[in-house]
C-alpha cells in the first residue's frame, strides 16, 4: 500500500526536551511538508521541502528543525525553543511543489506539560 | 495578503439532504484549490483538486466548482449520509510553494 506514515501517533514531552517526529511515504514524491495545527485555526506550514538535502522554512519555523537525508523521510524536530509545542502535527508529500495534490498523513499529536 | 474563509463553521442536515460547502478566497491569482475531508483526530483526506484553469471537478457524490473572479469555490455533496460527517476544509495555493488553508466547515449528518 502506498501512503504515509507517521510515528507515534500520541508523544508526551516534558518541558525543555527536544522531540523528534517521524514522517514516511512510499509514493515516491519528491516534495514533502510540515504542518502544524490547532484548534480553531487552518493548518500553518513549518517547514517543507523539494528534494533530497534541500529545505525551505514555511511560515512558523522557529523552534523546529528538519532534515532530508533520504527521498522517503522527513522528519521534524520540536525543540526546546518553541514557545507552545503542543498541537496536532501533519506530514504531507506531493509529486512536485508545482501544481499536484497534497496527500496528508495521519498525524502526531504532541502534549508537552 | 491571501485569506481564506470557510462559511458555515459548521452544519447540521438530515441524511438524504443535498448540501454545498464553500469557500471563500481574496485573491483570484492561484494555481489551483483542493478541497480535503477530516475525520476527528486524524490526517487530512484529498477530496478533489480543481487547477485554476478548471471549473469544476466530480468525484462520486462530490462535485467542486471555481469561480476565480469571485474568489469562490463551493463543495456539492449529493444525497448526503452519515458517513459524510466530517470536517471539510479548502486550501488554496498561491505560489510554487504556498498554500493556504481555511478554517474548515464541520458537517454533521442526521441519520
Known amino acids: 500500500d502506498g501512503g504515509i506514515t507517521q510515528s507515534p501517533k500520541y508523544l508526551f514531552r516534558k518541558e525543555g526536551q527536544n522531540v523528534t517526529l517521524s514522517c514516511e511515504q512510499n509514493l515516491n514524491h519528491d516534495a514533502m511538508y510540515w504542518y502544524r495545527q490547532d484548534p480553531g485555526q487552518g493548518l500553518r506550514l513549518i517547514y517543507y521541502?523539494?528534494?533530497?538535502?534541500?529545505?525551505q522554512k514555511g511560515d512558523i519555523a522557529e523552534g523546529y528543525s528538519v532534515s532530508r537525508e533520504k527521498k522517503e523521510s522527513f522528519p521534524l524536530t520540536v525543540t526546546s525553543a518553541q514557545k507552545n509545542p503542543t498541537a496536532f502535527y501533519l506530514c504531507?508529500?506531493?509529486?512536485?511543489?508545482?501544481?499536484?495534490?497534497?496527500?496528508f498523513g495521519p498525524g502526531t499529536r504532541l502534549t508537552v506539560t | 495578503k491571501q485569506e481564506v474563509t470557510q462559511i458555515p463553521a459548521a452544519l447540521s442536515v438530515p441524511e438524504g439532504e443535498n448540501l454545498v460547502l464553500n469557500c471563500s478566497f481574496t485573491?483570484?491569482?492561484?494555481?489551483?484549490l483542493q478541497w480535503f475531508r477530516q475525520d476527528p483526530g486524524k490526517g487530512l483526506t484529498s477530496l478533489l483538486l480543481i487547477q485554476s484553469s478548471q471549473r469544476e471537478q466530480t468525484s462520486g457524490r462530490l462535485n467542486a466548482s471555481l469561480d476565480k473572479s469571485s474568489g469562490r469555490s463551493t463543495l456539492y455533496i449529493a444525497a448526503s449520509q452519515p458517513g459524510d460527517s466530517a470536517t471539510y476544509l479548502c486550501a488554496v495555493k498561491t505560489s510554487y510553494d504556498k498554500v493556504i488553508f481555511g478554517p474548515g466547515t464541520s458537517l454533521s449528518v442526521i441519520p
Open positions: 504531507a508529500s506531493s509529486w512536485t511543489l508545482e501544481g499536484y495534490e497534497q496527500y
Open positions: 485573491d483570484s491569482a492561484i494555481y489551483n
Open positions: 521541502s523539494q528534494i533530497v538535502n534541500d529545505f
